[in-house]
């Protein structure tokens, strides 16, 4: 049995799991999000999978505190993905989730960072040409394919990344990590706003709610996923005035339905 448990915000690192279980015999697809009220009660057995984007060169608040509450007692094998777009470096996140994992007894037997198309636009660059994107998603679906080989094999095999211990500390992470829930107040929406409830539909932890058919973002549970903001069928949302001329991204593979039950 292969549990692939993803949390995702434009679509990539479902894709990724997606492609890791076509090529895993006996997988299955479980969301974090929507599994986060009960991770205390879960406890999946044999080959246990976590897919997630990188977030300030570390995992994403939830996946911490997913990881940090699963029961793996009846995991045989461990193994993370990272799906990552920054052109600076991989990040810190085996390094992370194995001290996760040690505090509490557990090991990590693998780990990969895959490259993917960046949009993480709040900062001071955009989403890659799309003129790049095709070779992006091709050269991710072929290490999906070596890594489904490690993960069947039941290798052990880590991923090099030469900013492991630096890009954490560079970006940011403690600050990131220690405010994130609730640092959602720079997010608006332009006059373009259709009133379609879509942002609220598809954010994954319940942190957007509509008003007078307007969005309202809760400052309760964001991660800054960026999903309201990439999946707006109008373009409306903004994230301060640092995303107003910037493109929108949703991986081309994922259907917005997937998104609702992620």
Sequence with gaps: MNTIFYFTGTGNSLKFAKDIAANVEDSSLVPIAASMKSVSDLAPQGVVGF?????????????????SAINLDRASYVYIACTYGATSGNGGCISQTKRILKERGFALNAAFYVKMVDNFILWSWDVPPVGKHAKLHENARRKSVD??????????HFDRSITEHITPVIYGYKHFYQTVNH???AFNTSEKCTSCGLCADICPTHNLGMDNGKPIWKSENCQRCLACLHLCPSACIQYGKATAKRQRYKNPYIAIDEFKKS
């Design 51 to 67: 897919v997630f984007p990188v977030y300030y060169c570390g995992l994403p608040r939830i996946v911490c505190e997913f990881i």
């Design 147 to 156: 890594i489904s080989k490690i993960i069947t094999n039941g290798q052990n």
């Design 183 to 185: 640092n959602d107040k």
